[in-house]
């Protein structure tokens, strides 16, 4: 292992003028070093206490509103959805007040906003979850209506409990229940996306993070002639394949010859806006992921950064670059095993590429631009005021 942390195929390709590399205390002279050592410590304990603050408060906020949970289901969620996206948001801005400046690149997701989407993201490190957590933010509605599949390890966490609540799900590890776990992802889903209408499922295909699984994945693809990666670890499928079989595209869907011709337009339409004002419409007609959202994360020099590194700001400020591609999923083959396994090799595959390229000339693909995450100054102090008063 490098001295600077990075593995060793990538510390031949780093290029000076990406920050990153080296720790914030390096950087400075000795005054700014004294005041760093004083403002360190006092920023750790302002992200922590706030996201424990606000862990008490969101029960203080659910309280009134607990009668709504069976009568008004709807006002009883959107609350709830509201609360869900101010955690999210202290997570997120963990990194963008230490100066870790998210970039977003590649395809334009205006029209995934409304829609029921799978995201899937490359895994590197728990700073990976505040990064995603930081662009959900300018989502619209998705940010309150997600859906995360996490490790159990974090489901006694402040975030895991809030998560539980919300219906995250939390995946049990290991070969030895794993048909089972999928099972109970399938009951999940079904009892709580189109119930709780949420919109975008996330998860992480690789099932750990890179650095435990890179040896492994290697020696895999090596032993099965698949797809060698450097960057990336080979993805599982079974739980992209479970969430598709049950939330995904239907050979049904879409086909209005189904419908009575007799049916009046004004009545379907009355019935229909009655039914949404009820929240049955979103029960009744099931509507399936239409997009599969496959994102990049990428740190300079392929040293991911950590929660403890965005709470206490001890790495240089950076870029996190995060590359977005947007596929039909009815394009993906779920209903054939190998179909499968062979599209998402090809995106991970294809995934490795990119990063490759982005350790070795800070750029997904030449000459793309990518949109800074912005965050008001104002909105974050406000939540942070509001929230332990």
């Not at 603050?53 to 029960?59: A, K, S």
């Not at 599949?149 to 995946?171: A, E, K, Q, S």
């Not at 996330?202 to 960057?231: C, D, M, V, W």
């Amino acid at each position: 292992m490098d001295p600077s942390g990075a593995p060793p195929f990538m510390a031949s390709r780093r290029i000076s003028h990406l920050k990153g590399a080296r720790s914030a205390v390096s950087q400075m002279n000795w005054q700014q070093r004294i005041w760093w050592a004083i403002r360190t410590p006092i920023r750790t304990l302002i992200c922590i206490s706030n996201v424990t603050i606000f862990f008490i408060t969101y029960f203080g906020f659910m309280f009134p509103v607990m009668w709504a949970s069976k009568v008004w289901p709807r006002l009883y969620w959107f609350w709830e959805g509201k609360l869900y996206r101010w955690l999210q948001a202290f997570l997120g801005y963990w990194g963008y007040t230490a100066g870790y400046d998210v970039y977003e690149y590649g395809d334009d997701l205006a029209q995934c906003i409304g829609e029921r989407v799978l995201l899937m993201s490359n895994h590197q490190s728990t700073a990976d979850v505040p990064t995603l957590m930081a662009c959900l933010q300018h989502k619209g509605v998705a940010s309150r209506k997600t859906l995360w599949l996490m490790d159990m390890m974090f489901r006694w966490t402040p975030f895991g409990i809030i998560g539980n609540i919300h219906g995250d799900y939390f995946i049990q590890q290991g070969k030895a229940g794993r048909d089972k776990e999928l099972v109970r992802l399938k009951d999940h889903l079904k009892n709580v996306f189109w119930e709780r209408d949420r919109r975008w499922v996330i998860l992480f295909p690789e099932g750990g993070f890179y650095f435990k699984r890179i040896e492994s994945s290697q020696a895999y693809g090596q032993k099965n002639g698949f797809p060698h990666t450097e960057y990336t670890t080979l993805p599982r499928m079974g739980a992209i394949k479970a969430i598709l079989e049950e939330v995904g595209p239907r050979e049904e869907d879409g086909d209005e010859s189904k419908r009575p011709r007799t049916y009046s337009k004004l009545k379907l339409i009355k019935d229909t806006v009655g039914a949404i004002r009820e929240k049955k419409y979103v029960k009744d007609t099931r509507p399936p992921i239409k997009y599969i959202l496959d994102v990049t994360i990428a740190y300079p020099h392929g040293i991911p950064l950590t929660l403890a590194t965005i709470a206490m700001g001890t790495r240089e400020k950076c870029d996190i670059g995060v590359h977005y591609r947007v596929y039909d999923a009815e394009e993906v083959p779920f209903e054939d095993d190998d179909a499968l396994r062979d599209w998402m090799y090809a995106r991970y595959k294809e995934k490795d590429d990119m990063l490759g390229r982005y350790y070795e000339t800070g750029e997904f693909f030449h000459g793309e631009t990518g949109q800074r995450v912005v965050f008001s100054w104002s909105k974050i102090i406000l939540q942070y005021i509001f929230c332990p008063s």
